[in-house]
């Protein structure tokens, strides 16, 4: 079956750094997303990966390896506004995404 | 700007009544989906739409049905609503080129008594 793991939740302090690990196992790969979404808001869209390495976006980084099935959200200097659920989504051989539960994450002043 | 727009945002409802919740996107997206979220899943899909009269079933449609009439709407129908279904339903439009990037509605709470 597919599957994605995610950590339930995570808490930082404000400044600071946080890393978010995504594992994946699913039927084929055509890139690793992930979306943030705030407590009763929508899921926005945050980062793309489809080939191994980094990608920066501003305070935002998203790394992949694909043969590990394993990407990770860093987050830098953490900011309150950074407090919300983290979705790691893979889209797979059928151009389906595929969703883990979402990381909540707690930032501490 | 464009945007993609859910309605009503919050409906309570009885067992066994018909529900249909609106999604209307000026993305001009081909692409439309709905999910539903609950605690400690992920976001699931019930159904999508790749065009005009295109609809197709995701992992949990069962109780579920879309139709597509036009580029910009998508409805949702909750053919006879049972407690399971209560949820927060989110619409959702991609483009043809970023197929990983979606769009989401501000979601509409359901709630089934």
């Known amino acids: 079956g597919q599957n994605i793991d995610q950590p339930t939740e995570m808490t930082a302090t404000e400044g600071a750094i946080v890393q978010i690990n995504c594992t994946y196992q699913?039927?084929?790969?055509?890139?690793l997303f992930w979306y943030q979404q705030h407590a009763g808001e929508a899921p926005t869209f945050l980062s793309y990966n489809v080939l191994d390495g980094l990608e920066e976006k501003g305070r935002f980084s998203s790394f992949l390896s694909r043969s590990k099935g394993y990407s990770y959200l860093l987050l830098k200097e953490l900011q309150m506004k950074d407090s919300a659920s983290y979705l790691c989504a893979v889209l797979d051989s059928n151009y389906q995404l595929i969703w883990g539960a979402g990381t909540k994450l707690i930032i501490k002043p | 700007d464009a945007e993609i727009t859910q309605s009503p945002r919050h409906k309570i409802t009885e067992t066994g009544r018909q529900v249909t919740l609106a999604c209307h996107q000026t993305w001009n997206h081909n692409n439309m989906f709905w999910y539903r979220q609950d605690l400690g899943h992920g976001l699931r899909l019930i159904h999508y739409s790749y065009g005009v009269q295109d609809t197709n079933k995701g992992e949990v449609s069962d109780g579920y049905s879309v139709s597509r009439s036009n580029t910009e709407d998508l409805p949702l129908t909750l053919e006879s609503a049972a407690s399971s279904q209560t949820s927060v339903y989110f619409c959702a439009s991609s483009g043809d080129s970023e197929a990983g990037e979606l769009f989401f509605g501000e979601g509409s709470r359901l709630t089934v008594l």
């Open positions: 699913t039927s084929g790969f055509n890139g």
